[in-house]
């Protein structure tokens, strides 16, 4: 009797393992936890000034990473901002993996508002995906303060996409090149403001008693902003050439700015030379989508703006942006990290994509230049088409 209860406790006083373990078999999501850990926080940072904090190891797979961008310090009332203000906070955001290849490079506009917009890899189409909508974000005032979140987004669909974390030697490198307080502001504050820079990862935990990695590991989505060619000239029909690509295609988003820097309407077709950053109604002048000389796309800009419309939420759409998605296969909408794969272009660095303006619009202060940020996905070996996480 005395051994009977002797056994008994030393069965209740085992320690239990922190996290329940699934049985063998199944998907990797089945196996891990998604979890949320900090990186870094910088404060100080004066305008114009860069930071290049190194990351930190987590024990799983980087999903993306989490900044919140805050200016403080400002005093007054009197400080004014451009119409990119507070995304031109940063002049150049540039991620790489361990080796230096290059998954988002571009200016903060782009970065902590187009890629959030069209993405998919962080807010979706009922209004997240405006980073203004979000909970987080902080007006800037006046005085020249404000704050807001995005995410630079690795994953692509549940679990694909992601960077191994664990070992310290082998960690992404992160950089944000500030702009210049005359850049952020139109009008600057009275007192001088510093920009804070706080950055945590979404991450995969290593799965527990099961050998298993995220699909496709190594399998990446790259963001680079890029210049297309020719300028675009007022009222002409012209075809402006993307630079060479490759891998899969599953966002383009195309912007145009006048020689002034700023965003417009202007140069799509049925363009305003009046009011640039308009188009008139009934926009039924056409824009084509020329893939090695097959005209993919050929549509007029009513169904264009619809199309975002349907695919990304009821957003105000950017002056001078427009974003052709293919992650929308099992669904007229971007569906974020729900989706197959199956309709992404398929590209190399032989194919020649163009967009064919008939013509361009009577835009102002020409000619103007167009970027396009790519969402490119170099895949492992073989895409892995279909639903990786089931």
């Known amino acids: ?17 922190q996290t329940t373990i699934e049985t063998s078999g199944g998907p990797f999501i089945r196996h891990s936890q998604p979890g949320r850990a900090p990186i870094y926080n ?24 989490r900044v919140t961008q805050a200016v403080s310090g400002g005093t007054g009332a009197v400080a004014t901002f451009p119409a990119d203000t507070p995304y031109n906070l940063t002049a150049l955001i ?37 980073i203004t909508n979000l909970p987080s974000f902080a ?17 692509f669909a549940k679990a694909y996409g992601v960077l191994s974390a664990a070992n310290a030697s082998l960690l992404p490198t992160l950089q944000f090149n500030y702009n210049a307080a005359a850049t952020f502001y139109t009008v600057q504050p009275t007192g ?36 297309a060619n020719p300028t675009i000239p007022i009222s002409s029909a012209v075809r402006v050439q993307l630079p060479r690509l490759g891998g899969y295609l599953d966002t383009l988003i195309f912007e145009i700015r006048d020689t002034t ?53 009821a957003v105000t759409r950017p002056a001078g ?29 032989a194919t020649l994509i163009e967009v064919n303006f008939a013509p361009t619009g009577a835009g102002t202060s020409g000619p103007a230049q167009m970027s396009v940020i790519v969402g490119q996905v170099v895949p492992t070996g073989a895409l892995i088409q279909g639903l990786p996480e089931v």
């Open 42 to 65: 910088v404060t100080g940072t004066a305008f114009g000034g860069i930071v290049t904090q190194p990351l930190v190891a987590r024990p799983g797979y980087f999903r993306g990473f």
């Open 261 to 313: 820097g700023a965003r417009t309407d202007g140069y799509w077709p049925g363009g305003s030379g009046a009011a640039p950053g308009t188009i008139a109604q009934p926009r039924t002048s056409r824009l084509q989508i020329y893939v090695d000389g097959v005209p993919l796309i050929d549509s007029t800009m009513d169904e264009i703006f619809d199309d975002m419309w349907i695919q990304y939420g």
């Open 192 to 227: 001088t403001p510093v920009i804070q820079t706080l950055v945590d990862t979404d991450f995969y935990w290593l799965p527990e008693g099961v050998a298993i990695e995220p699909p496709g590991l190594g399998t990446t989505r790259q963001w680079l902003l890029q210049q």
């Open 1 to 17: 009797m005395p051994t009977a209860t002797a056994t008994a406790a030393q069965e209740a006083g085992r320690p239990q393992p």
């Open 94 to 130: 540039q991620l790489k993996d361990a080796f230096g290849t290059p998954l988002i490079v571009a200016p903060g506009y782009e970065v902590a508002n187009l890629l959030q917009l069209y993405s998919g890899g962080f807010g979706i189409n009922n209004g997240t995906n405006l």
């Open 321 to 349: 942006v427009v974003a052709i998605t293919r992650k929308n296969a099992i669904n007229q909408q971007s569906l974020g990290l729900l989706d197959t794969g199956e309709a992404f272009l398929s590209t190399n660095p």
């Open 139 to 155: 007006a800037f005032s006046t005085a020249g303060n404000g704050s807001f979140n995005y995410m630079l987004p690795l994953e």
